[in-house]
């Protein structure tokens, strides 16, 4: 066979923000952390799965340049590419 993709993933154990601590730039401040490291180590992409119910999380993905979204019941599967993400 010819040569072959290289694929890694990085993988978070589903961080979330205390309701009394949203709203102050926790969440954006952990995104920006996380697609700096996923760039570091040559990712082009992160994808994210979360709960369709999720308003915060998904406002927040849409200001971070969310390309894609897939939904599937009451779970959202989102694709940010990292160039977007300031």
Not at 23 to 37: F, K, M, R, S
Not at 39 to 68: E, F, I, K, V, W
């Amino acid at each position: 066979m010819g040569g072959s993709a290289k694929k890694s993933a990085l993988s978070t154990s589903d961080p979330q923000i205390a309701d009394a601590h949203q709203n102050h730039g926790i969440g954006t401040a952990l995104a920006q952390h996380v697609a700096d490291h996923a760039r570091s180590r040559g990712a082009h992409t992160l994808t994210m799965h979360t709960d369709a119910a999720n308003t915060p999380m998904l406002h927040l993905l849409r200001r971070l340049g969310l390309s894609q979204h897939v939904r599937d019941g009451t779970r959202i599967d989102v694709r940010v590419p990292l160039g977007t993400v300031p």
